[in-house]
């Protein structure tokens, strides 16, 4: 079996994870039924890496993957993450404060009906803790056998290197894929510097490289990605133009979009793992295909350049989530 490297843990991982945020709300439609038949099959054709976090379905999500992986906990890495929070009237709270940190875990470790949490993650950094702190309160929950390996999730440069130095941190999960290649500016160089794998969250750019959807119409009510700027009309009239390109040149390849899409993600090194967000099981058996598909030089550098020339319009987040981006 493919595996790849987690940080210097001397763990080692399936090439491919799998998001487990779509599972059961945030995007499209839901079934439950399928989504767990999906999760079952992809831990039987060996993915082994899930990822999930306190914030998805306010725990629901948690729970959902806890109880679906319950008689196969052992054969599973588990991800999950703590920071991102809301208040009763909704409005977004980082919090990375140790005592919060403490509580968190004890909760996800219920809902997700197990005794340690493979990976645990800062979801998003909170800039009025020190980072040493934070890192600090989660090195004492894995001195305690709570959690097994620390994650940042879209931090800065600094703060990483920080981190770093408190404690090592085998992974950090950022935005990568052919349409958001930000982390190529700084963190990735410094993730390879200091020994970090990176972990390429939303890497079918949420469905829209793989030809999902081309118009925020094209979206159920109460979809997510509703409030995403990428997505709003122009802008998405706009981006469409790269989903189109992506699929000419996948029809050419012999593959399908969302293939060529994580291919281009693998291949630009075995210390970066994609977790795809997958909620059935031809979209799971679809994106193993990944696997076999390998691309040339000239066909990565001919993806980058489509991207490149076409431009991609919008933000990420909307604004106080795109705020909270490089803490
Ligand atoms: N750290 C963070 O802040 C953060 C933020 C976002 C996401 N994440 C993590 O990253 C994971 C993946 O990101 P994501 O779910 O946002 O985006 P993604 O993986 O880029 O895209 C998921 C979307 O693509 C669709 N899809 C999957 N495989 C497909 C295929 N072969 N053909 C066509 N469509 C396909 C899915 O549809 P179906 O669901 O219908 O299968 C879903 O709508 C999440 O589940 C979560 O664990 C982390």
């Excluded at 306190?54 to 629901?60: A, N, P």
């Excluded at 588990?78 to 709270?93: E, F, H, N, Q």
């Excluded at 894929?177 to 990176?198: H, I, K, N, Q, Y």
């Excluded at 997510?224 to 133009?241: C, K, V």
Aim: hydrophobic share 40%; aromatic share 6%; glycine share 10%.
């Amino acid at each position: 079996m493919q595996t790849r490297p987690l940080g210097s843990t001397g763990e080692r991982l399936f090439p491919l994870g799998f998001g487990c945020m779509g599972l059961v709300g945030w995007y499209g439609t839901r079934d439950d039924a399928e989504a767990r038949a999906t999760l079952l099959q992809a831990i039987d054709r060996g993915v082994n890496h899930l990822d999930t976090a306190s914030s998805y379905q306010l725990g629901e999500n948690e729970r959902f993957v806890g109880a679906t992986i319950r008689d196969r906990r052992n054969g599973v890495f588990l991800a999950s993450k703590y920071g991102i929070t809301r208040t009763p009237d909704g409005t977004l709270v980082i919090d990375n404060r140790p005592a919060s940190l403490r509580t968190a875990v004890a909760q996800s470790l219920e809902r997700l009906g197990t005794d340690r949490i493979d990976l645990y993650y800062l979801h998003r950094i909170d800039r009025t803790v020190p980072i040493e702190e934070s890192v600090g309160a989660l090195a004492d929950l894995l001195r305690e056998g709570k959690i097994r390996y620390i994650g940042l999730s879209e931090c800065s440069v600094e703060t990483l290197r920080r981190a770093c130095a408190v404690h090592p941190i085998a992974a950090l999960q950022n935005e990568y894929s052919l349409w958001t290649r930000d982390p190529e500016a700084g963190l990735l160089p410094v993730c390879r510097e200091l020994g970090v794998t990176l972990v390429a969250y939303s890497p079918l750019g949420r469905g829209f490289l793989a030809g999902n959807f081309r118009r925020l119409e094209d979206l159920p009510p109460g979809d997510s990605r509703r409030s995403m700027p990428r997505f709003h009309d122009a802008n998405a009239a706009h981006n469409a133009r790269i989903a189109e390109g992506v699929r000419e040149l996948a029809m050419r390849k012999g593959c399908t979009p969302a293939q060529l899409a994580l291919a281009w993600v693998l291949a630009q090194g075995d210390d970066i793992l994609p977790i795809p967000g997958m909620k059935t099981r031809a979209h799971l058996d679809d994106n193993l295909g990944a696997l076999r598909v390998a691309l040339s030089q000239t066909e990565r550098d001919g993806l980058r350049a489509l991207v490149d020339e076409i431009g991609v319009r919008g933000e990420r987040y909307p604004a106080a989530m795109q705020r909270a981006l490089g803490g």
